[in-house]
């Protein structure tokens, strides 16, 4: 047997669990509280481009880690704000050898504190401090695969509760009331990074990025093998690298923001034609994220 054979061979018996058996929420438990969760502040937000404000998405956590041996802190993950104590991320986010030391809430441009923005039309100047949160715990999902990246989801507690303001507070999770967004449906993702200037140099993006993504079919995902639990989406043509890994993939339903996926990317991501993206579904752990909350 050559070596593609038994690949081709492998990845068919690894696939026999591959069905689509996790589908909508279901009605077990009645609609959860949702309170003011996936609603923010300004929902005039721009579609055209990548400029986003202060307090758009407000969910949005960087997680901080220090490596073995150095002396400074990197973020290497994103998360979202889901409970006053809570943020969702991926496991790979929280396992192996990443161990987050922080979380940073309410940020926007990397290097102020605060982020100030004036808006002319009412006169009005809107400023926002960064808000950090020690971890109490770090719980990555039991069944968590490295190999085949199945069921990477995890929670990071804090040691103190965030207060909910314009610029921190959560965003909704799915429900059997809520709209399940399909394929062609144009869903967000929003994480800092680098912008890919035509002489390849790399500059960093300073503030908060924003992305619309397409939902792609299984048949469609082609570079990324989509197990159960997971779906991708596709984007095209912009010259932008993100560290989303661990970020929301938010649907707007109705004026709030829903959150229906855990990115998966391990590495910093450059959007070129064509990049195709992996998410964990999260409809399919809501009993998981519900009952490790308590
Ligand atoms: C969902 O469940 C709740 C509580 O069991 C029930 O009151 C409600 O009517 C159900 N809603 C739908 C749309 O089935
Ligand atoms: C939470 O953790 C941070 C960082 O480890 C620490 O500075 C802070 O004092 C802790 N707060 C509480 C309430 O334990």
Redesign the pocket.
């Known amino acids: 047997m050559n070596w593609f054979v038994l690949f081709v061979f492998v990845n068919i018996v690894i696939c026999a669990h591959c069905g689509e058996k996790c589908t909508t929420p279901k009605n077990e438990t009645g609609i959860p509280p949702r309170g003011l969760c996936g609603f923010q502040q300004s929902d005039d937000y721009n579609y055209k481009t990548d400029e986003i404000s202060i307090n758009e998405f407000p969910w949005i956590a960087r997680i901080a880690y220090q490596r073995a041996g150095e002396s400074y802190e990197e973020y290497l993950c994103t998360g979202s704000l889901i409970a006053p104590q809570y943020v969702l991320t991926a496991a790979h986010c929280i396992s192996g050898d990443l161990k987050p030391?922080?979380v940073r809430l309410a940020e926007h441009h990397v290097f102020r504190n605060p982020d100030c923005i004036y808006d002319e039309d009412i006169g009005v100047r809107d400023c926002s401090y960064y808000i950090?949160?020690?971890?109490a715990k770090s719980i990555p999902h039991p069944d968590y695969d490295v190999q085949n990246n199945m069921h990477d989801v995890g929670l990071i507690k804090?040691?103190?509760s965030i207060r909910y303001t314009d610029y921190t507070r959560s965003i909704c999770l799915p429900s059997f009331d809520i709209p399940e967004p399909t394929v062609g449906d144009n869903l967000f993702i929003s994480a800092w990074g680098w912008k890919m200037e035509p002489d390849a140099v790399f500059l960093a993006t300073k503030v908060k990025q924003k992305t619309s993504v397409q939902i792609l079919s299984k048949d469609n995902c082609k570079t990324v093998q989509v197990n159960e639990g997971q779906m991708c989406t596709g984007y095209n043509s912009r010259t932008e690298c993100l560290y989303e890994a661990g970020g929301p993939l938010m649907f707007s339903y109705k004026n709030k923001w829903f959150q229906e996926g855990i990115a998966l990317s391990k590495s910093k991501n450059c959007f070129r034609r064509s990049m195709t993206l992996l998410y964990t579904k999260v409809s399919c752990y809501l009993d998981w994220i519900y009952k490790n909350m308590k």
């Open positions: 030391t922080r950090d949160r020690g971890i804090f040691n103190a």
